[in-house]
């Protein structure tokens, strides 16, 4: 009936969703899937799994080739079929029948589904009367994004950025050190200076001192001899 709502389907889990499939089915005017052309889908889906699964039923992680799929089997994402334009956009994924399935596997792998659905667009989409089959593509999660404080909470360190030796710093600690230098030599050398000429005062002083002394005595001699 046109005024069909389709059930909503369970949310599938992380294992379901990377492992399920996005399709496009074209048509010529828009066009509203109802439950017999879901049916329809279905089983076109089923077979085509069926078919490929029991010739090679180790790629599709069966126990043997004795595996049948039918209708439900194949589940619809939440939210799908989704009509954009003229089109039907569906995105599906694949249960393995419980007594076939190994050990903690019950999904259909996305690769192999994938590459089933690709080998057979005529089949699917002539069972829905669409004009083609495009877009295959195996779903993708988007990766998480995490948001990073604006602040600096109390316990983060923080960061230490090394710089190059400040070149000015160098040239005045140089210069200071040189000058320094410059000056104790400085200091020295009028000490030595100074020093010498006391000294060199001191002796003239005390030559003069001893040539009066010389020439008073002197004087005392020449008197003496005089009497």
């Not at 140089?174 to 100074?194: D, E, H, P, R, S």
Request: charge should be positive.
């Amino acid at each position: 009936p046109s005024n069909y709502t389709a059930p909503t389907p369970a949310t599938p889990s992380m294992n379901e969703t990377i492992n399920s499939v996005r399709a496009t089915l074209e048509y010529s005017r828009p066009t509203m899937w109802n439950a017999n052309d879901i049916q329809r889908f279905k089983a076109s889906v089923a077979i085509i799994v069926t078919r490929d699964c029991q010739t090679q039923y180790q790629r599709c992680l069966l126990q043997n080739q004795n595996a049948t799929l039918n209708q439900n089997n194949i589940k619809i994402s939440s939210g799908y079929p989704l009509q954009e334009g003229n089109n039907v956009v569906i995105v599906i994924y694949v249960t393995l029948p419980a007594t076939n399935q190994r050990a903690t596997v019950n999904v259909l792998p996305g690769n192999v589904l994938l590459s089933i659905m690709r080998n057979n667009p005529t089949h699917i989409s002539s069972a829905v009367n669409a004009l083609q089959v495009t877009g295959f593509q195996q779903v993708t999660l988007a990766p998480s994004t995490t948001t990073q404080p604006a602040t600096q909470s109390a316990t983060t360190k923080p960061v230490t950025v090394a710089t190059a030796p400040n070149n000015d710093n160098m040239i005045i600690g140089l210069t200071l050190g040189i000058g320094g230098g410059i000056v104790l030599i400085l200091f020295a050398f009028l000490g030595y200076y100074f020093k010498k000429n006391r000294s060199a005062m001191n002796r003239k002083e005390k030559s003069r001192e001893l040539t009066k002394l010389y020439g008073e005595k002197f004087q005392e001699l020449t008197k003496l001899n005089n009497l």
